[in-house]
C-alpha cells in the first residue's frame, strides 16, 4: 500500500495539471413578443429592420428572399493532466462544451412584404428552406 502512494505522489510531483473555461455569446436572442406582432401586422421590411435591426444572414429564395437574425450561447471546460513516468509519458483531457444556437428566419416576396417566419435551429429551417445560391452576374 506504501508503494502505491509513494508512486501515485511521485506521478503527482511530476505532473501538469491545467483547467480551462471558457464562454462566448454570439448576438442577442429576439423576444418572441417582438417578433411575432411582425406577421400579424403585415410588415414589409422597413419595419423588420426597425423593430430588430440587421440581420446575420440574407439569402435568395424560390419565391422571395430570407433574412436570419441569430444568436449562439457556448460555454464549457476542460481539465488535462500530463505526467512522465520513468520516461513515458502521457496525457488524460476531459472537455465539456454546452452549445445552442437559435434564428429567427423572416421569409419576404419579392416586394419585401413579410409572408411567414420561423423559429428555431438554423441548420433545421434551412433544410427546410434551403439556400438557393445565385451566380454573381458578370460585370460590363
Not at 80 to 100: D, I
Amino acid at each position: 500500500m506504501q508503494r502505491v502512494g509513494l508512486l501515485a505522489a511521485t506521478t503527482l510531483l511530476s505532473s501538469c495539471v491545467t483547467g480551462t473555461y471558457r464562454r462566448i455569446n454570439i448576438g442577442e436572442p429576439r423576444p418572441d413578443a417582438v417578433v411575432q406582432p411582425l406577421l400579424e401586422e403585415a410588415s414589409e421590411l422597413q419595419d423588420c429592420l426597425d423593430s430588430l435591426g440587421a440581420p446575420n444572414f440574407v439569402w435568395p429564395t424560390d419565391d422571395g428572399t430570407a433574412v436570419a437574425y441569430t444568436h449562439s450561447h457556448q460555454k464549457g471546460w476542460g481539465l488535462r493532466v500530463s505526467a512522465a513516468l520513468r520516461r513515458v509519458t502521457g496525457s488524460v483531457a476531459v472537455n465539456s462544451s454546452l452549445e445552442r444556437g437559435e434564428a429567427w428566419v423572416l421569409f419576404f416576396d419579392p416586394d419585401w412584404n413579410l409572408l411567414f417566419l420561423r423559429h428555431g435551429m438554423l441548420a433545421d429551417i434551412l433544410q427546410d428552406h434551403p439556400r438557393r445560391v445565385q451566380p454573381i452576374p458578370p460585370r460590363e
